[in-house]
Structures are given as structure tokens and as C-alpha cells.
């Protein structure tokens, strides 16, 4: 069965603070998509990793992919309140009909 | 990049009735996706809609209880018929184009 596990779940910081999600998943997959969700609206596309090794940074945030642990993790820097959401990432299974599995998410609380 | 849009917003049904979810993409593409986010919860892939194809439906989801119909490259429907309080949530379409899948605004069905 194809898994997309994300931890932690839930994740309570205060601004300032650094902090990483990780993402883990159990088919072969090359791309991995990393998403904010904020509450009552649609995805938001933060990241697009299509290699081993690739690394990406927009703001106080930085996605990394590890094929081969498979494995990417969402770190997150000196955190502000507006960083407040759900993060999801989701794993490209090309099993011919370009599925896309999204992980458990993680609920990000950032304090003031 | 993609802009989407679908119709309607929201929705409160009657439990036994059935629902039709337009989407509309701003330009062509192949592949167009529904997906299903129950409260609180991540998304689950309901169905695959290619054009001039049947739509390819993900373990636990049929084709009588969540109709699909891709009548050409910018348009998908989806219908959720018979329903019940367990069929209560967002509904989105997303598209794929340049190694990135974006994502409607999504339709928040209530039934009661």
C-alpha cells in the first residue's frame, strides 16, 4: 500500500523558533510537491522537488528530497505568526495515471 | 501556472439527493483530477478524468455513487449521488501542467 506519513501531526512553536517536518513515503518516486493549506481555503503549490538531492528556499522556508531514504523534509526558520497552517506534501506514484498521494499533513500553530 | 474555478462554492444537500461540481480550467489539459478532503483531514484521490476516456477510479471509490464526465480539455464534472452525512466535505478538482498540479478553489458540501 502506498503511504505518505508526515510528522509531527501537529506542531506548536513559538515565533522566532526553528523547526523541521518531515515527510516520508513508501513507493519509488522521483518528485514531491509541498503545499499550504490555510484554513477553509484550497492548496497552495509551495515547492516543486523533482531530483534526488534537490533543495529549495522561499522565505523562512526550505523543502530538501532524499530519494533514496525517501525522504523530504519542510525546515522551517525564525518562524512568524503567518507561517500558521496546515503543510502538506505529496509524492508523484507514476503508476501510469500520474497519482498523486498527498501525506497526513501537519498542523502548524505559531505563537506570538 | 493554472486558474480554476468551480461551481458551486458551497452547498447544503438533503441526504438521498445528488450533486453535480463543475470545474473549469483556464486552458487545455490532459489530465484533470478529484479529490476529496473530509474535515480535518488530508486529501484522498476520488477519480482520474481523461478526456475521451472513462475516468479511473481510485480503491473505494465507483463510478455509480461518484459519476465523472471530461467532455472536453477545460471542463470536468463530478456528481456525488445518493448522498449521505458521511459524504460531507471539500471536493477539488486540480490539474497537472509543467511537472506541478494546481489546485480549484473547492466545493464544500454539507448534507444533512
Known amino acids: 500500500e502506498l503511504k505518505v506519513e508526515q510528522n509531527p501531526l501537529f506542531l506548536s512553536m513559538q515565533e522566532g523558533k526553528n523547526y523541521t517536518i518531515y515527510c516520508n513515503y513508501s513507493t519509488t518516486s522521483d518528485r514531491l510537491y509541498w503545499y499550504r493549506q490555510d484554513p477553509g481555503k484550497s492548496l497552495e503549490s509551495l515547492f516543486v522537488?523533482?531530483?534526488?538531492?534537490a533543495v529549495k528556499q522561499e522565505g523562512r522556508l526550505m523543502a530538501s528530497l532524499d530519494t533514496k531514504a525517501r525522504l523530504s523534509t519542510l525546515h522551517i526558520t525564525a518562524a512568524v505568526h503567518d507561517l500558521s497552517a496546515t503543510y502538506f506534501c505529496a509524492v508523484d506514484h507514476r503508476s501510469g495515471t500520474y497519482k498523486y498521494i498527498f501525506g497526513t499533513g501537519t498542523r502548524l500553530k505559531v505563537l506570538a | 501556472s493554472a486558474v480554476i474555478s468551480q461551481k458551486p462554492s458551497r452547498d447544503i444537500c438533503q441526504r438521498g439527493t445528488s450533486l453535480t461540481i463543475q470545474c473549469q480550467v483556464d486552458s487545455q489539459v490532459t489530465m484533470m483530477f478529484w479529490y476529496r478532503q473530509q474535515p480535518g483531514q488530508s486529501l484522498t484521490l476520488i477519480a482520474t478524468?481523461?478526456?475521451?476516456?472513462?475516468?479511473?477510479?481510485e480503491s473505494g471509490f465507483v463510478i455509480d455513487k461518484f459519476p465523472i464526465s471530461r467532455p472536453n480539455l477545460t471542463f470536468s464534472t463530478l456528481t456525488v449521488s445518493n448522498m449521505s452525512p458521511e459524504d460531507s466535505s471539500i471536493y477539488l478538482c486540480?490539474?497537472?501542467?509543467?511537472?506541478?498540479?494546481?489546485f480549484g478553489p473547492g466545493t464544500r458540501l454539507t448534507v444533512l
Open positions: 486540480s490539474v497537472s501542467r509543467s511537472n506541478e498540479q494546481f
Open positions: 522537488l523533482l531530483s534526488n538531492g
Open positions: 478524468a481523461n478526456q475521451g476516456s472513462e475516468a479511473t477510479y
